[in-house]
């Protein structure tokens, strides 16, 4: 069984980030599993509270199913022409301490989309990724981009998506992704994270 482990960059209940993965995650090809992990309960950053008390429960529990998932597929909102800071926050603790990025980013398979109540469809918000995934070590698949635009027209009241085309284009995204991450997979470890210092300064 192969393992994505799916993560939205929004806390709202109705995110249609959110709903974007489940739609996903019922899109999987046999022997393909998509799990959508929450990042509700990470706390803020801060390098007092992990000196103190060292990697908080939810953060250390999300390390472990990172780094024995094969690929990770983020749907990411667009705040402020860039990266909710929520999620950013998450990466922030997940690559600590700088010792274990290796072991739970390194060579990853990652997937970005995005969905936006915008024109753009949070293309902004997934550039914004890229350079964070790539000092993290991970594969980023680089294949047609999925950018879902006026998104409360595309999903109905119960988060289903309710645009054909659009339902379309992420199950060809899906299907594409998976072949990538089975391909890294094969391929069995390519990728290292590069000199990592932390977050702090």
């Known amino acids: ?28 090809p046999e022997g393909v599993e998509l799990i959508v992990y929450s990042i509700a309960d990470i706390p803020l950053y801060s390098q007092d509270v992990e000196d103190e008390l060292g990697i908080p429960k939810a953060v250390a529990e999300m390390k472990e199913v990172i780094a024995e998932a094969d690929g990770i597929l983020i749907a990411t909102p667009e705040y402020n022409n860039s990266m909710p800071g929520v999620l950013k ?13 290796r072991r739970v980013f390194g060579g990853k398979p990652v997937g970005i989309i995005g969905a936006s109540p915008g024109r753009f469809g949070a293309i902004l918000g997934q550039d ?11 594969q980023v698949w680089g294949g047609e ?3 879902v635009a006026n998104a409360a027209a595309i999903f109905d009241e119960n988060g289903a998506i309710a645009d054909k085309n659009v339902e379309e284009q992420l199950r060809k995204y899906v299907s594409e992704f998976v072949q990538f991450a089975q391909s890294a997979i094969a391929r069995s470890g390519l990728g290292a994270a590069r000199s990592y210092t932390g977050v702090d300064s």
């Not at 249609?16 to 019922?26: E, I, P, S």
């Not at 350079?131 to 991970?138: A, N, Q």
């Open 128 to 138: 914004s990724w890229l350079p964070v995934l790539h000092i993290l070590g991970t």
């Open 89 to 101: 926050n998450a990466v922030d603790w997940l690559s600590r301490p700088p010792s274990d990025v």
């Open 1 to 28: 069984m192969v393992t994505i482990i799916g993560i939205s960059g929004s806390l709202r209940t109705k995110s249609y980030n959110t709903a974007l993965l489940r739609a996903a995650a019922g899109m999987m």
């Open 145 to 147: 981009r999925l950018r």
